[in-house]
Each structure stands twice: as structure tokens, then as C-alpha cells.
């Protein structure tokens, strides 16, 4: 069904649909919305509140999941192997000591060909390489157009939004794509579902390597592997986690340690060194002197402190009517040790387009088609989710006994489930099956999920109790 386009001006694949789509939020998730809706047939509008693109931030991981979609994408598909990293994984104590040596992330290896890679991107970059191509095809974000409330019009047609300028805006289906602090709750599920603190933020900075190079001891200690690849180093202490990283062009360094109240929702907000140097001498057993030394390295309103929030898995992702969808950040809330923030936001929006291409070559109502959409999405999300809280207490908890054992425990589990998904494919697959379920109640597997686990309520409270009074989380199903 899936027709690849050939260039960077590339016209849709498909005939228009008829379906006019307002993307609220030009993040990871809404640009990659606006492309794959464009590309599907749908007319597509896309505002931001900011006064520009919004090409701040360090670094995430696109998995490969998301990547797959590119193979629509040539000019993407091309840029995307130009300006990935592929760095190599190392253990330690935060004490310094070494425990697992460099290695290339584990795969899932059962059956299949496994990736060949990682590709690890500098969010400002690979945020421009999305939004080039959306101006290359036409569409232009329209800025300075902040979002204040979502709502349905009365006959359930239309979704609509109002913004500060007091304007509204209307589409047959509006996305919210406007991150953790959407403004969607209300018209969603009747109530605002605040997101709330998880009891941790994360200092976080990326800058040229020179600045850190620029020491010799840091440029000795942190050179690149003999092969050439980067490391990115894991330090583990308890109740926080230090991650390190040299790259051919960036150094970088992350720091997830609990709240102290200073921490900000902004990724704008800069933390003082100062700060950052004064919370690390109070480390104990101490942090070896190369940490302080890194810490000073970073430039001057160089880090910021983003303060990890959250909100349950949350089942209902679209209005009563259908017309207002969250999709990305705004639907479901990721800790970093997921590595799946951006992935999930990219194979939201590919799914959605799908699901409206089929929906409508099949005469099915808008609402229908989110309701698909959200069928075939909720339980693998609240999986990666999950994986994110478990991977956090595995780091913040580690039981060196153990480790000593068998120290690929503390490996970040990155299972078949996971990186095997097409989710252009599995909605293509699926479709059908998931409007038996909506039609006519017939049972839906969704096998996107780990293998034999089955779908169950949890929520982030009860799993940091659990894993707070030493009660691991127990893992249903094959997550290897
Ligand atoms: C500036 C920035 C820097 C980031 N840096 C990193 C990083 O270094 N590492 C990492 O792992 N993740 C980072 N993230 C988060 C990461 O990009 C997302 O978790 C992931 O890509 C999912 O993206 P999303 O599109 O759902 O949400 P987001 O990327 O958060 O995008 C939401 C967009 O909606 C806009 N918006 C918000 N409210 C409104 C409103 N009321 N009206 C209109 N527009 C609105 C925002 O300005 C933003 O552009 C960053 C996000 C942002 C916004």
C-alpha cells in the first residue's frame, strides 16, 4: 500500500482525502504529524506559540521504529545517516570505577536481522532536518499563535481551538501536539489531569567539544574509542544517575538527581555551575574530581535544570466527539531512561495518518479513526512508559552484588518489541481488526507490546512505592 516519493519538494502519495487537520505545537511530534499527514492526502495546518522554531535542547534517541517511515522520505532518509551519532555504552559507579567496558547497545537478537546502529540525535539538528523538508513541501508553521483552550463545536463536526489572541481556529480534527503542559485535558476528559512531579529532574547540557577538550585531563580521559566510535558513559549512585559523552563534535553530560525545588519546566531556564558544583560536593561516597572539572567546563547559562514531570497512562486521547486528539507529549509522559520521548512521538504521527487514509477510503467517521488510532497506540506507549520507570529504579538502585555476577543487569533492555514495530505497517495490519473491536466488540490483540504480556492498570505512584520498599517491578511477558 505504502508508495515511496522521490525528492525534497515531494508531492502527496495519495489522493486529497478531504480531511483538514490543525496541528497544535511544532515539536518532534507535530512536524513529523504535518509531513505524514501531508504525504497521506490530508491538508494540514500547523501553529506554534513560539516566535520561532524551536531548535533548543541536547540530545535524544530516535529509535528505529520511528526511523522507518524515512524510506517515504529521501532527502530525510539522507540527512538522517549524515548527522546521527552511533556511540558505544560503558557502566561505572559513580565513584568512576568501570563496570561494564564499551560496547555497542545490546539488541534483542531472537530471529530477525537485528540494526546496525543506534542513531542518536542532537535535537536541534535533527529538528531542522524535519522542519526543511516541511517548508520544502510547502507548509510553513505558523508562528506567535499560542493555544489557551480546545473545544468541540456544538454539532461534534468540527474541533477547535482558542488562542490568546483571543482568535479560534477550527479543522475537522485538531492535534494536540503542544507537550506535557497541553492545554487539552478539559476538552479531552473533562478535567485537567495535571502532570505532577516525579520527585527528580535532570541537569542537562550539550556544547562544543573544544570547551571541554580545552582541559587536558578531561581530553585524555574522555577520548574516542580506538575504532573511533564515542562513548557514552553511564554513572550509577544511589537515587541518581550521571551520563557523560564525548562525541566527534559535542561533549555532553546529563545529571537525573532528586528535586531540590529549584528544578523548572522550561528547557529555556539555565542553572548556574555553581549550583550545579555546590549539589555535587555533597555526594557521598564523593564524585572522583574529574566530575568537577566537566561541570566547569560547561559554558555559562549552558544547562538547563528540566524538572521531570508526569501523568498516569492515560487511556482516552481524544475528545467525546472526535475532533481534538493528543498525540506525542501531550498524550503520554516519558522519563528519559525510556529513550523514547521523540520514537513514540514519530510513531504516533504515523499511525494517525494511517488510520485517516484508511478511515476515509473506507467511509468511516473522523471520530472512528482516532478512536483506531488510539486502540492500536495506548498499550504499547504505556509499555515504553513503564520501561522508563523500571530502567530509573534499576539505575538508582543498583545492587553492585549482584552486578558483579552478571553485570549485563544493568544493561538498558532494548527489546524485538521495540525496535522491530513498523507502525505505518502495523496500522496498515491491524486496521481492520481494531474496527471489529470498535464495531462490534470482538477482542483486539495488540501485539505491538512484549510478547505475553497482557494489558494491566498501573500507575507511577504505585510503582515507586514498590520499588521505594525493594518490590522490583514484575514484568509480564518477554521485555528482553
Ligand atoms: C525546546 C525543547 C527542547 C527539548 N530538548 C530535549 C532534549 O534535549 N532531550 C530530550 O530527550 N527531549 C527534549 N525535548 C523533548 C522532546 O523533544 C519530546 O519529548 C519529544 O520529541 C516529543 O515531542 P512532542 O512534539 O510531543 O513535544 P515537544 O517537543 O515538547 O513539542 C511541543 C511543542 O508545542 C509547543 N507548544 C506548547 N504549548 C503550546 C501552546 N499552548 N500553543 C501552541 N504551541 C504550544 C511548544 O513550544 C513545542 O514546540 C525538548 C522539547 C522542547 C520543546
Not at 98 to 123: K, L, M, Q
Not at 282 to 288: A, D, E, G, L, W
Not at 404 to 430: C, F, T
Request: proline letters at 6%; hydrophobic letters at 35%; a negative charge.
Amino acid at each position: 500500500m505504502s508508495k515511496p516519493t522521490e525528492d525534497i519538494k515531494m508531492q502527496p502519495s495519495y489522493p486529497p482525502s478531504g480531511i483538514s487537520i490543525l496541528i497544535v505545537g511544532a515539536g518532534i511530534g507535530g512536524i513529523m504529524t504535518a509531513l505524514e499527514c501531508y504525504r497521506k492526502g490530508h491538508t494540514v495546518r500547523i501553529i506554534e506559540r513560539s516566535s520561532g522554531p524551536v531548535d533548543t535542547g541536547d540530545f535524544f534517541t530516535v529509535g528505529p521504529s520511528a526511523l522507518k517511515i524515512l524510506k517515504h522520505w529521501p532527502s530525510l532518509l539522507a540527512t538522517n545517516e549524515e548527522i546521527a551519532y552511533d556511540p558505544w555504552v560503558s557502566y561505572h559507579k559513580h565513584t568512576g570505577e568501570c563496570v561494564v567496558p564499551p560496547a555497542p547497545i545490546e539488541w534483542d537478537t531472537t530471529g530477525g536481522v537485528v540494526p546496525e546502529r543506534i542513531y542518536r540525535h542532537h535535537r536541534p539538528r535533527f529538528y531542522k532536518m524535519l522542519l526543511d523538508q516541511l517548508t520544502a513541501i510547502g507548509i510553513e508553521v505558523e508562528y506567535n499563535h499560542r493555544v489557551v483552550d480546545y473545544y468541540e463545536t456544538e454539532d461534534g463536526e468540527k474541533g477547535g481551538v482558542k488562542l490568546a489572541s483571543g482568535e479560534k481556529l477550527e479543522a475537522d480534527l485538531v492535534v494536540a501536539a503542544d507537550g506535557v503542559g497541553t492545554k487539552s485535558h478539559v476538552c479531552v476528559s473533562g478535567k485537567e489531569v495535571r502532570a505532577r512531579s516525579t520527585g527528580y529532574s535532570i541537569f542537562r547540557t550539550a556544547y562544543p567539544v573544544e570547551f571541554a577538550a580545552a582541559d587536558p585531563e578531561i581530553d585524555e580521559r574522555f577520548k574516542l574509542l580506538e575504532n573511533g566510535k564515542s562513548c557514552f558513559e553511564m554513572w550509577f549512585g544511589h537515587e541518581f544517575h550521571f551520563a557523560i559523552w564525548r562525541a566527534e563534535d559535542i561533549f555532553s553530560w546529563v545529571w537525573t538527581h532528586k528535586d531540590t525545588g529549584s528544578a523548572t519546566e522550561s528547557w529555556h531556564d539555565k542553572t548556574p555551575i555553581a549550583t550545579v558544583l555546590s549539589l555535587a560536593s555533597k555526594v557521598s561516597p564523593p564524585f572522583p574530581p574529574i566530575i568537577a572539572k566537566i561541570i566547569k567546563s560547561t559554558p555559562e547559562d549552558g544547562i538547563v535544570d528540566w524538572k521531570l514531570i508526569w501523568r498516569d497512562p492515560q487511556p482516552i486521547w481524544s475528545s467525546p466527539s472526535g475532533r481534538v486528539l493528543q498525540l506525542g507529549d501531550a498524550a503520554h509522559t516519558f522519563l528519559p531512561t525510556s529513550g523514547n520521548g521523540a520514537t513514540q512521538a514519530v510513531e504516533d504521527a504515523v499511525c494517525l495518518a494511517t488510520c485517516l487514509l484508511l478511515s476515509s477510503q473506507q467511509k468511516l467517521s473522523i471520530k472512528q479513526a482516532v478512536q483506531i488510532h488510539t486502540k492500536l497506540r495506548f498499550e504499547r506507549v504505556s509499555c515504553c512508559q513503564l520501561l522508563g520507570v523500571v530502567n530509573q529504579g534499576t539505575y538508582h538502585n543498583v545492587d553492585w552484588e549482584k552486578i558483579k555476577e552478571n553485570p549485563g543487569l544493568l544493561k538498558a533492555k532494548y527489546g524485538r518489541w521495540i525496535w522491530n514495530h513498523d507502525p505505518e505497517v502495523y496500522a496498515e495490519e491491524n486496521f481492520s481488526k481494531a474496527r471489529k473491536w470498535l464495531e462490534s466488540g470482538e477482542a483486539y490483540e495488540n501485539v505491538s507490546v512484549p510478547k505475553g504480556y497482557v494489558y494491566k492498570e498501573w500507575n507511577i505512584e504505585q510503582v515507586l512505592k514498590d520499588q521505594e520498599e525493594g518490590r522490583g517491578v514484575e514484568l509480564v511477558g518477554d521485555w528482553a
